[in-house]
């Protein structure tokens, strides 16, 4: 079913209220796309009052990818102690303080100190919010949902750099990179309010034995008839479902799994896109354009971000998860090819920066269709249940990590060997990308996760072998 159908099904068993729900808990992916993406503006001022080189620029730029590690590492486990909506509310107030706390930064220290604090916000965002819209979510719109927060990971990107641009001295006169921190408050206090009005998830409160109040949550958000029988359904998964922990990770029939989430993890961040995210202005400034054009031709990356994710989400269920992949990262190898010539051929005037340009947005649009949605949508469907929350932990922090390595070697990368070459290392691991997706990476659409998990028992898709060949697996008895 279409996603637009799906959420528009009259005969459903739901209230409207599940989508306030959704939107507010995918508030936490605003923030997220805005805490990282406003560095992008920021940074050319940052760079300018405490006279940074390319490495602390670097530092600057990723430390809040260290915060978010440590987030997503504990997102799960605070989850699971403290309610989802406890957990929300206090992830938004760390964002309130942090962006005073950066916006007030007196040395470049304490910036990059508040950048780790709010990095671990932005890192619990990316666990608490899509497990609160998975807990609420009836079944038939539980997918459409879940695109929500990759939507607004890219709105939040799109909205720091709008805010950026409005910001920029050049053109408020007065204004600078510590108003931009600072408006990361804005959404934080909405998100705040916003989830005051919230009620728990009901999954929660049955897993720590408030059924009365899971019940009065449920009649809130779905038809009377099936309350009941809702939760008697997470009653008996939660009594069946012990958790799994890290070492039953390495068993030998989830091991194909593990390396699928941990290499598209890997994958998204090392083909590149966050060179681009983070650093637009700075490249585009450094081949002559003014720091306003600059800031301004990022806007329109930011658009093409969310317009090609809107696209994802309507096509993802119809065409499937493999295809985007492909073209995905086939056209964004070569994009980045067309993009490193560009910058190898001398001078950026007239249809050399223009194709340059050009390439760069194509390379976004490449990457909204394909890897920015599809890895976030692929780790929760591909794990075995009992170990679901701990595996896609394990991917989310493999791809804060990634991300990291590539925030703090991207600018120093350049200086080593010039832009262009720079982008042809991440075009060459593009093609390996390809590769990986074509040979281990299975085809989810339209299959139930039960399916999916009979057929990693069975090691047929998921476990086939760079060389076609089935690795050998162990069949856990039952
Ligand atoms: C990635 C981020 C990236 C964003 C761009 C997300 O899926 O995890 O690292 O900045 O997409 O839209």
Redesign the pocket.
């Known amino acids: 079913m279409g996603v637009v159908d799906s959420l528009l099904n009259a005969d459903r068993d739901h209230s409207d209220f599940v989508y306030t729900i959704a939107a507010i808990a995918a508030l936490n992916g605003l923030l997220f796309?805005f805490d990282?993406g406003v560095i992008s503006g920021a940074l050319l001022y940052i760079k300018q009052s405490f006279a940074l080189s390319p490495f602390l620029q670097g530092v600057v730029t990723s430390s809040v990818l260290v915060g978010a590690m440590i987030g997503a590492a504990t997102g799960g486990k605070l989850a699971d102690r403290f309610g989802r909506r406890r957990l929300t509310l206090a992830g938004a107030a760390v964002f309130f303080v942090g962006s005073f706390g950066m916006a007030l930064s007196p040395t470049v220290g304490w910036l990059i100190g508040w950048r780790i604090v709010e990095g671990v916000a932005v890192g619990v965002a990316s666990i608490v919010g899509p497990l609160l819209i998975s807990e609420t979510a009836p079944p038939d719109v539980r997918g459409s949902l879940g695109f929500l927060q990759?939507l607004m990971?890219?709105i939040g990107?799109l909205l720091s750099y709008v805010v950026s641009y409005a910001f920029a001295p050049e053109f408020l006169g007065i204004i600078g990179w510590r108003w931009m921190l600072w408006f990361g408050a804005v959404p934080a206090a909405v998100l705040a309010i916003g989830t005051y009005f919230l009620p728990e998830s009901p999954r929660w409160l049955v897993e720590t034995g408030r059924i009365e109040e899971a019940r009065s949550v449920l009649s809130s958000i779905r038809t009377n008839d099936v309350v009941d029988k809702e939760i008697d359904q997470i009653r008996e998964v939660s009594k069946t479902e012990e958790k799994g922990d890290l070492s039953e990770l390495l068993e030998p029939w989830v091991r194909p799994a593990l390396v699928v989430g941990v290499g598209l993890a890997i994958i998204?961040?090392f083909s590149g896109?966050?060179t681009i995210?983070y650093y637009a202005p700075t490249i585009l400034s450094s081949i002559g354009f003014g720091n306003l054009g600059s800031i301004l031709s990022t806007v329109g990356i930011g658009v093409v971000?969310v317009v090609l994710?809107v696209v994802a989400v309507l096509l993802v269920d119809r065409v499937g998860r493999r295809p985007l992949l492909l073209v995905g990262t086939g056209g964004m190898t070569v994009m980045l090819g067309i993009l490193g010539l560009g910058f190898l051929l001398p001078g950026f005037s007239g249809i050399v920066g223009y194709v340059t340009l050009g390439s760069m947005f194509l390379y976004v649009a490449f990457?909204?269709i394909s890897l920015?949605?599809v890895?976030?949508l692929m780790i929760s469907e591909i794990y075995p249940l009992r170990i679901r929350g701990t595996a896609e932990g394990v991917a989310s922090v493999a791809?804060w990590g990634a991300?990291l390595i590539v925030g703090l070697t991207f600018l120093p990368l350049i200086e080593l060997i010039g832009q262009g070459w720079s982008f042809w290392l991440l075009g060459g691991f593009c093609i390996l990308a390809f590769l990986f997706i074509y040979t281990r990476v299975p085809e989810t659409m339209g299959r139930s996760l039960e399916d999916i998990e009979a057929d990693l028992r069975e090691s047929s898709v998921v476990g086939a072998d760079t060389d076609g060949k089935a690795p050998d697996v162990e069949h856990p008895s039952e």
């Open positions: 796309g990282i990759q990971i890219t990107i998204q961040q896109i966050n995210i971000n994710t990457y909204a920015g949605p890895f976030w791809n991300n």
